[in-house]
C-alpha cells in the first residue's frame, strides 16, 4: 500500500466494518481525521490512508470487547505514533478498563500473570487483515468500472 494512496469514506466504512455515519462522527468529533484528505465542504470527499484504516479497525476491535470510546480516545495516540510501518508482534491489551500495549511476549506474560481477566488485539494481524480487505474493495471497484 502506497503511502500517498487515499481511500474514500464509503469504502473504509465497509473495510472497518462501521456505519458511514459513525465514520463521519469520528471524524467531526477528531478521533480519526483522514491524513490524506479531509472533508473541504458539502461535496468533497475524505480520503483516509492505510495507517488511518488500521487505526479504525483497531478501535472498532476494542469497542467490540467492551472499552469505551473515552478510553479509546487516551490511547489512540499511541497508535497513530507506531503504525508508520507495519507493526511487529505490537498487541493492544485490555482488562476492560485500562488499555496497554504490549511489544513483547514478555510483556503480554507479565500482564496475564497479574491474575486479571484481559483480551488481546494483535495489531500486525490488524494491518494483515487490513490488506486483505483493501486489495478485496480494489478489485471490486475495478470489475464495476471504477469510480
Known sequence: MTEEEGFRAPDVAKIVGISYRQLDYWARTGLVTPSVRDAGG???????????IVIL????????TGVNLQRIRKAIGYLRDNLKKPPSGLTLMSDGN?????ETP???MDLLQRGQGVFGIAVDKVWSDVEGSVRKTARATARAGGS
Open 57 to 64: 479497525k483497531a478501535i472498532k476491535n476494542l469497542l467490540d
Open 106 to 108: 514478555g510483556e503480554v
Open 42 to 52: 458539502s461535496g468533497t470527499q475524505r480520503e483516509y490512508s492505510f495507517q488511518d
Open 98 to 102: 485500562k488499555i496497554y500495549a504490549c
